[in-house]
Every structure is written in C-alpha cells, then in structure tokens.
C-alpha cells in the first residue's frame, strides 16, 4: 500500500478476528518502530511484543480505556524513558506501526496515554520506565470503512504564510 493511502484510509479498529498475525508481520510492524527517527537519534523508548493469549487478556484487565484489547491475537506494549522527548518520539513510532499494520491489512488502536503502571510487572518492565501505551493490533471482524473520516475541512485547520491565510 502507498503511504499516503494508508493514513488517507487507516481507522482505528477495536474488534479483531481470532487469526494470528504471522511472524514476518509482528517482524514488519516491530521493524517500522525501531526504524522510527527521534529525537538527537535518543531512541527513548521500548516495545515489548505480546502474542500469548492469557497475557494480552490480562493486559485488556489493566487498560480502563482499552478492555477490548484482550481479543486481539498481538499486542504492543510501548514503555518510554525519562526525556523530554519520548512522548514524542514514541508518538511518531506508534504511528509508523499503526500504518505499517494497516498496510498489511492488520487494523489497530492506541489505547492509554501513561496511568498504565499495572502493565510493568506483567511485562517485567522496570520502574524506572514509564508504560505509554498499548496497541493492539488483528484483522478486523467486519470490512473498515476505508477513507470515511469525519474531519474539519481542509480550510478551517491548513493555513498559508500566516494562521489568518487559507490554505486555498
């Protein structure tokens, strides 16, 4: 898929079908991450790649925003360093895995935004890393309404030369 089809069509997807993510694909998405650039090149950040089922249920139990993660087949979960730009950095991997995934026809979501301290021991991460998000990643269970986004028009966020210009 091109990389401007897929952020024009990628939806965040919260229903998965019960079919494992092939490895060269967990591979894929993992690879899209680590490739990321940040930063002063800081790499602030960490992705641990769940695919046993009892663990990704137990993480769908610590994210109160996210339960739906339990019926995904993989999850990532994203722990960030202590930087002034991890949020960041870590915010510009998570979207080249959520396309990398969607490329590959694997539909996803972020789920949380830090609060997620339930997520270390289950994981081993350690406290001195703080858990960022989780992204859960499948098929989706029914057919995504590829490129219908409700969003403002152009006009109204895209400004020329000076925030009172129009984009045109």
Not at 9 to 19: F, G, H, Q, S
Not at 27 to 49: D, Y
Not at 60 to 84: C, F, H, M, N
Not at 146 to 152: D, E, I, N, P, S
């Amino acid at each position: 898929m091109e990389v401007f089809e897929a952020v024009r069509t990628v939806l965040a997807v919260r229903e998965y079908r019960d079919k494992p993510v092939p490895p060269d694909t967990v591979r894929k998405i993992v690879e899209a991450a680590w490739l990321t650039a940040s930063s002063m090149n800081g790499q602030p950040w960490h992705f641990i790649a769940v695919e046993d089922r009892e663990t990704i249920r137990r993480l769908g139990q610590s994210a109160r925003t996210g339960p739906y993660i339990a019926g995904a087949p993989l999850a990532i979960v994203v722990a960030v360093e202590d930087s002034k730009f991890a949020e960041s950095d870590a915010g510009r991997a998570i979207q080249s895995m959520v396309l990398t995934g969607w490329s590959e026809g694997l539909g996803s979501n972020w789920v949380g935004f830090h609060g997620l301290d339930d997520v270390k021991p289950v994981l081993g991460i350690p406290e001195n890393l703080d858990v960022l998000a989780i992204i859960p990643f499948g098929y989706p269970t029914r057919p995504a309404g590829k490129g219908k986004k409700q969003r403002k028009p152009l006009s109204e966020v895209v400004h020329k030369e000076r925030f009172d210009q129009p984009f045109g």
